[in-house]
């Protein structure tokens, strides 16, 4: 069975600091991987996708990294602020699949205190 | 939220009633999609289209049904509402299944059931 497995399940650091997110997945055969912010009563938002072939992909103050071998995957975030607070989703598509073929992870709720 | 929208956004209503939730689209994208998010949960599949009038089934089916008669508009109906119903309910569009084409999620429709 296809899952996405995500820790910690949540996060509590101080603004400023970095932290790191962590995925893991046994979703095969692998196409890509997406990772989602989800700020509360709001829907998800992409904050990148990455194939098998990417190893590590950035956007702004976030960067994720993808080890297709073990098949995990990290979202780093730099610098933190009060506006990362957030749930933080990673969600891993097979290249099999049509459009049922995305398995989503619970998710990591991360919180920036001042 | 890329040009969807989902009324309503928020419906209390009463065990045995039907319920309608409607997702509207300006970005034209074939694919359409209905989710439900619960607490313990990651997003999970409960109706999807690839085209007016295709529609298939995913997960978390039972106890709903979809319609899509146009391309803008994706339908939702609880035929007779249940407590296990309440839940969070975000519809999500796609252009193509394909990498690097993305999912964008709308704002959700938090629904009750009493």
């Known amino acids: ?114 | 939220d890329a040009g969807i929208t989902q009324s309503p956004r928020h419906k209390v209503t009463e065990t045995g009633t039907p319920v309608t939730l409607r997702c509207h689209q300006t970005e034209n994208h074939r694919y359409m999609y209905w989710y439900r998010q619960d607490p313990g949960h990651g997003l999970r599949l409960i109706h999807y289209s690839y085209g007016v009038k295709d529609t298939d089934k995913g997960e978390v089916s039972d106890g709903y049904s979809v319609s899509r008669s146009k391309t803008e508009d994706f339908l939702l109906t609880l035929e007779s509402a249940t407590s296990s119903q309440t839940s969070v309910y975000f519809c999500a569009i796609s252009e193509k299944l394909s990498y690097p084409y993305e999912q964008y999620f709308g704002p959700g429709t938090r629904l009750t059931v009493t």
């Open chain 1, 1 to 114: 069975k296809n899952q996405v497995e995500q820790s910690p399940q949540s996060l509590i650091i101080l603004e400023g600091k970095n932290c790191t997110l962590q995925c893991n997945y046994t979703v095969s055969p692998f196409s890509n991987l997406r990772w989602y912010k989800q700020d509360t009563g709001r829907g998800p938002v992409s904050l990148t996708i990455m194939t098998f072939s990417e190893n590590t992909k950035s956007n702004g103050r976030y960067t994720a990294t993808l080890d297709a071998d073990t098949k995990q995957s990290s979202l780093h975030i730099t610098a933190s602020q009060l506006s990362d607070s957030a749930s933080y989703i990673c969600v891993v598509r097979n290249s099999g699949g049509g459009a049922d073929g995305l398995t989503f992870g619970k998710g990591t709720h991360l919180i920036i205190q001042p």
